[in-house]
T-cell receptor
Framework: DQQVKQNSPSLSVQEGRISILNCDYT??????FLWYKKYPAEGPTFLIS?????DKNEDGRFTVFLNKSAKHLSLHIVPSQPGDSAVYFC???????????????FGKGTHLIIQP | DTEVTQTPKHLVMGMTNKKSLKCEQH?????MYWYKQKAKKPPELMFV???????INESVPSRFSPECPNSSLLNLHLHALQPEDSALYLC???????????FGEGSWLTVV
């Protein structure tokens, strides 16, 4: 049973445009959400997180939106750059875990391809 | 720049070999982790160490044996592995167990 779903295995976006990566979750105990970025042959890199008390968190070109009633979050990258081409993992955890590894559940990832 | 360092980056071993993967962090983090990742799959948690003590073993076979000699080091000892154990092994750390985790670059393991 997949509790964190990233339904798009891949996404192709033109350089300079907005990239929107989506993530849905089913476990209502999840209260803390994270996005990781992964290049081939490297470990995942933490990008941005959001807790359920917020509906938006912004860090430079990256913004995460959380719609708790829909159990949906999205990562917006504006403007998209060639270096953004990578696999993006959505992850969720219950509040007690605070984003820690114990309760962290990863989605299967979305491969973002930025086209010049 | 990752501040979690893993060695070796690549390892090929036979099914009768004994080898170890090493992980080091100098950020003062007190929680360290081993994950396993197969191609096109999300990372899977294997072990959690908190204050150098094993807190969680996610039903990992005994052919994988973790060791935390001190707060900066985490090892994964490998013995009698199977070809299906070939994967990317990721070490991660966090300030405390309930904090955001940060990954190393991983060690690619191939079992022949």
């Amino acid at each position: 049973d997949q509790q964190v779903k990233q339904n798009s295995p891949s996404l192709s976006v033109q350089e300079g445009r907005i990239s929107i990566l989506n993530c849905d979750y089913t476990n209502s105990m999840f209260d803390y959400f994270l996005w990781y970025k992964k290049y081939p042959a490297e470990g995942p890199t933490f990008l941005i997180s959001i807790s359920s008390i917020k509906d938006k968190n912004e860090d430079g070109r990256f913004t995460v939106f959380l719609n708790k009633s829909a159990k949906h979050l999205s990562l917006h990258i504006v403007p998209s750059q060639p270096g953004d081409s990578a696999v993006y993992f959505c992850a969720a955890s219950p509040l007690y875990s605070g984003g820690g590894a114990d309760g962290l559940t990863f989605g299967k990832g979305t491969h973002l391809i930025i086209q010049p | 720049d990752t501040e979690v360092t893993q060695t070796p980056k690549h390892l090929v071993m036979g099914m009768t070999n004994k080898k170890s993967l090493k992980c080091e962090q100098h950020m003062g983090h007190r929680a360290m982790y081993w994950y396993k990742q197969k191609a096109k799959k999300p990372p899977e948690l294997m072990f959690v160490y908190s204050y150098e003590k094993l807190s969680i073993n996610e039903s990992v076979p005994s052919r994988f044996s973790p060791e935390c000699p001190n707060s900066s080091l985490l090892n994964l000892h490998l013995h009698a592995l199977q070809p299906e154990d070939s994967a990317l092994y990721l070490c991660a750390s966090s300030p405390l167990r309930r904090d955001t985790i940060y990954f190393g670059e991983g060690s690619w393991l191939t079992v022949v």
